[in-house]
């Protein structure tokens, strides 16, 4: 497995405190947002591949 849950969650954990703090930038949270839902696509199919 590429990232352990722990790690992972502070990760988002992060990139979501930073999002949030340039939320008045509609175009960084465009693309934060956009960012996000690829990574968790890709993320979902890598565990598919190695389960």
Do not use: C
């Not at 340039?22 to 934060?32: F, K």
């Amino acid at each position: 497995m590429l990232f352990s849950f722990g790690n992972g969650y502070e990760v988002l954990k992060e990139f979501l405190k930073e999002l949030w703090q340039n939320h008045h930038d509609p175009t960084h949270a465009a693309y934060g947002v956009g960012g996000l839902i690829v990574l968790l696509i890709i993320y979902n199919r890598l565990l598919n591949k190695f389960q």
